[in-house]
């Protein structure tokens, strides 16, 4: 078999750059190191989802301000739970463990929503009402910037963290929409209260899950976005003690090549449990003896759409951070992975789940594309 880092190039993938990633930039302000992030002494950093390099620079080729601009990686699977994950923590996802939106957990025997606190067939009941710990890691970048300066987190009103409540000095603003974040932000400037805010926003990355990334809707809402942004909130910035330093969790594709697999289909005869992870990566736990046939059935009939590959082979390469991982964790990673080639997504059908809303998601994200991959850092 040829070395996997061949068969990444060859498919086009874009290898995470942990150095210069999204996930070193908070813990740049958390050590005070101003390198990238502005010489001023307060700071916003601000997530907006979904906001890739490729979809930023061709929508609004020239940034109101005249910003620094840079073109960063973001870490692998390139979503939010895993990207937040790192950027919060401070660690990659070798090291904690967040691999997915789906996570399989060995120690309660199921597969997991980390961000939901659930698991994937018991959405209402609550893990840490039966006393489990918090699955997704400490925000020690947090901790460690909330030693020193008085914090705001400014989130929307759906995301919530369940470490939150161990930030002592911190305060948390809901907002319902980009337009009240911009509003608040500008506000908290003018009181000048905080020392460090953290905002996030989703609407790009909604926008782009339900209409696609080339959708006039999306190049609308990216537009709107930075429009409203120079109304409201540049000239707040300029005239401030704070550099505002903005980035993105992850970028989005077009899905154009759908596998959908139930829970009756032939693959299901070589697995312990059923695929999990998110459309774009899937983790398989394979029966031990079968994963010859396997990997043969898997790829006669997938291979065109993803490269699968043995799960320590990949763990080696680098590809979620460190070339190795507890062994805590590593029953999370499963026996093969499946990286989804070209636009290509890998649905898995339980059959006892309704369907989400009312319309099918057309972006995604998650897997190795440049576009999924690479995330701007913007400062002013």
Not at 86 to 100: C, M, N, Q, V
Not at 123 to 132: E, Q, R
Not at 171 to 178: D, E, G, I, Q, V
Not at 277 to 290: L, M, N, Q, W
Request: no cysteine.
């Amino acid at each position: 078999m040829r070395p996997i880092l061949s068969q990444f190039k060859d498919e086009g993938f874009s290898f995470p750059d942990y150095k210069n990633s999204n996930m070193q930039i908070l813990k740049e302000i958390a050590y005070g190191n101003n390198r990238r992030t502005g010489s001023k002494p307060k700071k916003i950093f601000m997530v907006i989802d979904g906001l890739g390099y490729n979809l930023l620079s061709k929508a609004v080729p020239n940034l109101p301000g005249y910003p620094e601009l840079s073109n960063i990686s973001t870490v692998f699977p390139s979503t939010t739970s895993v990207v937040l994950s790192s950027i919060e923590s401070g660690k990659t996802p070798s090291e904690h463990g967040i691999i997915a939106w789906q996570v399989y957990m060995k120690e309660i025997g199921g597969i997991t929503l980390p961000f939901r606190d659930s698991l994937v067939l018991s959405k209402n009941f609550k893990l840490s009402s039966a006393g489990i710990p918090p699955i997704i890691p400490e925000p020690r970048m947090l901790y460690k910037i909330e030693e020193k300066k008085k914090m705001l987190l400014q989130y929307q009103e759906s995301v919530t963290r369940p470490h939150d409540h161990m930030l002592k000095n911190t305060s948390t603003n809901y907002h319902a929409s980009h337009m009240d974040m911009l509003v608040g932000l500008k506000r908290e400037i003018l009181l000048d209260r905080y020392d460090f805010i953290y905002a996030y926003t989703d609407v790009i990355d909604h926008a782009q899950h339900r209409y696609g990334v080339s959708s006039e809707e999306v190049s609308h809402w990216v537009k709107t976005f930075i429009s409203d942004f120079e109304r409201i909130l540049l000239p707040a910035i300029i005239r401030s003690d704070y550099n505002l330093v903005i980035t993105a969790d992850h970028g989005t594709i077009e899905a154009s090549n759908k596998i959908s697999v139930r829970y009756d289909d032939k693959i299901m005869d070589y697995l312990l449990m059923p695929p999990y992870g998110d459309p774009r990566i899937r983790y398989f736990h394979v029966e031990s003896g079968k994963e010859e046939r396997f990997e043969r059935h898997f790829n006669n009939k997938y291979g065109k759409y993803a490269l699968l590959l043995k799960s320590d082979s990949v763990i080696k390469t680098g590809l979620f951070g460190n070339k190795s991982v507890k062994d805590n964790i590593r029953a999370r990673f499963g026996t093969h992975i499946a990286i989804m080639k070209g636009h290509g997504t890998f649905d898995y059908g339980y059959p006892v789940t309704p369907p989400r809303h009312g319309w099918s998601t057309i972006g995604h994200h998650s897997g190795m594309s440049e576009d999924e991959m690479r995330v701007p850092l913007v400062v002013y």
